[in-house]
């Protein structure tokens, strides 16, 4: 089942056929590190600072030629947004820090799923403490695939799912 994760993403991402599959393949670094190998493949969001998130570095993205300054502008905005709503409540902020994280990661996501629409891209979030994401083609087979096999080889405790 692991080796067939590793085959999967192969299809997804074919500059990695050449690349040895990590002989360790239930650990975590080791198959992000595989995922890099070459490119940005896989991004993390840093927890502490939403502005972290890997859009730069995705070369998937990248090669698409998408405007990374907008879609960081519009991030940006529906954060400063949520930031002025804080601001304006009474509440003590560190009641709201978990909803904080959680409404991060909405926005990012959402505006990374509405950039990649037109080109027949899947988002997968992989549920840790810091969140990884990638961007692959969009094939339900392949996706199903890549589900299934990823959480059967690193557990169920931190998933990975498609952001529809």
């Given at each position: 089942m692991r080796k067939t994760l590793y085959e999967s993403l192969r299809i997804a991402f074919p500059e990695l056929n050449d690349t040895a599959i990590p002989e360790e393949q239930d650990e975590f670094e080791h198959f992000v590190r595989w995922l890099n190998s070459?490119?940005?493949?896989?991004?993390?969001?840093?927890?502490d600072d939403f502005r972290q998130n890997g859009i730069d570095e995705c070369h998937r993205l990248q090669q698409l030629g998408i405007d990374l300054d907008e879609l960081k502008n519009?991030?940006?905005d529906d954060m400063a947004s949520f930031y002025q709503m804080?601001?304006?409540?009474?509440?003590?902020?560190?009641?709201?820090?978990?909803y904080d994280f959680e409404f991060s990661f909405d926005v990012i996501f959402n505006h990374i799923k509405i950039f990649i629409e037109?080109?027949?891209?899947?988002l997968l979030v992989i549920e840790r403490q810091n969140p990884y994401?990638?961007?692959?083609?969009h094939n339900d087979e392949l996706i199903d695939r890549i589900i299934v096999t990823y959480n059967h080889t690193f557990g169920d405790e931190e998933p990975i799912q498609l952001i529809e």
């Open positions: 070459y490119y940005s493949n896989i991004q993390k969001i840093e927890l519009q991030i940006n804080y601001e304006s409540e009474e509440e003590e902020t560190s009641d709201m820090h978990g037109p080109y027949e891209l899947s994401w990638l961007l692959v083609p």
